[in-house]
């Protein structure tokens, strides 16, 4: 795809492809792109090219938020259990990270409205949140919830950083739309990051953020932006052709049918061979598994056991601000086919028992 896409791109010697870009991002890459996203199962209501940004991936999305919207000494909420890299981009920029309550529909909200309360808990400039298909749990945010946390974002007064990179990677039925669509205020309190590392291919280092139109244009006239001319100004030409041509829509298709397998090989192999020894919902979408054991089991203390039977998982602690669900572990099914991840499971199986 890509090998055409460069060809298309490259083949009149026009100059533009290796020029300095736009500072919001490349033009035609905003168009196909908001086309290509209001025409989404996932967007209800359509996008336009001025609620758009194109970035250099989620991370660096992350990065340039926390720079542009807070100080030093400021605090962010986060869920807890979250994207166990987070800790350290806010690290870079001496935030206190807090960690909010979450349930089986992510974060929630009644915890959060008693600690927007709490005289003690120090105010949050920002809210991080995946609210699909979450890194790690899977959970999905309600669109109520997503309505109610708009609405707290305005009274309170603090900036919503939705990190929504799997938002078009279901496998059954689509989920709400980003929440960045809910914020109907003028001058905006939600940014919704999406990146194609997860849909094209993260070497790609290219993404997009969704905001109101004042939000986006702080993005459009920061330095970074202005002085680069726009943040991924070449790869952005190549995606734009990879749309045009049709090839996202084809290779999403792909993914959600092959991921979706390997939901289904994971779920069944989890049942067969860990039984009730853990509980785990199935994702619908996203790349993980989140397995909770039901006895003891620290799952830190687990993870050597696990390497000397030759499997790997990321530990619950990793994705605690706290160092909670020594009980947890998070598994990824996209990169291994089904007769793998089965293989994988039965090991970790084997040594949950070795070490009872
Ligand atoms: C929740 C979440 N955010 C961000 C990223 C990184 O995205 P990008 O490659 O666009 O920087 C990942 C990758 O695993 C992720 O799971």
Redesign the pocket.
């Known amino acids: 795809m890509l090998r055409r896409a460069t060809d298309i791109v490259l083949a009149d010697g026009a100059p533009i492809p290796l020029q300095y870009g736009a500072t919001q991002g490349y033009g035609p890459l905003l168009h196909s792109l908001a086309e290509f996203l209001s025409a989404q199962d996932s967007y209800t209501s359509p996008v336009s090219p001025q609620e758009l940004f194109l970035?250099?991936?989620?991370?660096?999305?992350?990065d340039h938020t926390t720079t542009l919207f807070t100080q030093t000494g400021d605090t962010v909420f986060v869920e807890e259990p979250t994207?166990y890299?987070?800790q350290s981009i806010f690290e870079d920029h001496g935030l206190k990270v807090v960690g909010v309550p979450t349930d089986n529909d992510g974060l929630r909200m009644d915890a959060l409205e008693a600690m927007l309360a709490d005289r003690s808990v120090q105010a949050p400039k920002m809210l991080y949140i995946?609210p699909t298909y979450?890194?790690p749990s899977g959970s999905v945010l309600p669109a109520d919830r997503r309505s109610k946390l708009v609405e707290l974002a305005q009274q309170h007064g603090f900036l919503v950083l939705a990190?929504e990179?799997?938002n078009l990677l279901y496998y059954g039925k689509p989920p709400p739309p980003p929440i960045a669509s809910f914020d109907t205020s003028e001058d905006g309190c939600i940014i919704s990051?999406?990146?194609?590392?997860?849909i094209l291919g993260?070497g790609l280092?290219?993404?997009w953020l969704q905001a109101r139109p004042p939000l986006i244009q702080r993005f459009a006239t920061a330095g970074l932006t202005i002085s680069g001319g726009g943040l991924n100004h070449f790869t952005s030409t190549l995606v734009h052709a990879v749309l045009e041509q049709g090839m996202l829509e084809d290779n999403i298709a792909i993914l959600r049918s092959t991921y979706g397998e390997r939901v289904s090989a994971m779920s069944a192999a989890v049942r067969k061979h860990l039984g009730d020894a853990v509980d785990f919902t199935a994702p619908g979408g996203?790349?993980f598994f989140w397995l909770t054991f039901n006895d003891s089991t620290n799952t830190d203390a687990l993870l050597r056991i696990a390497q000397e039977h030759g499997v790997n998982y990321r530990p619950g602690t990793a994705f605690s601000a706290q160092g909670a669900f020594t009980n947890a572990i998070r598994l990824a099914f996209a990169l291994y086919e089904p007769d793998m991840l089965a293989e994988g499971i039965r090991r970790i199986a084997e040594a949950h028992k070795t070490s009872q």
């Not at 970035?55 to 992350?62: E, F, K, L, R, V």
């Not at 990051?193 to 997860?198: A, D, E, G, P, R």
Request: cysteine-free; glycine content about 10%; proline content about 3%.
């Open positions: 970035t250099a991936g989620a991370s660096q999305a992350i994207y890299l987070i995946i979450q890194n990190d990179v799997y990051l999406s990146s194609f590392s997860k993260p280092r290219t993404g996203g790349y």
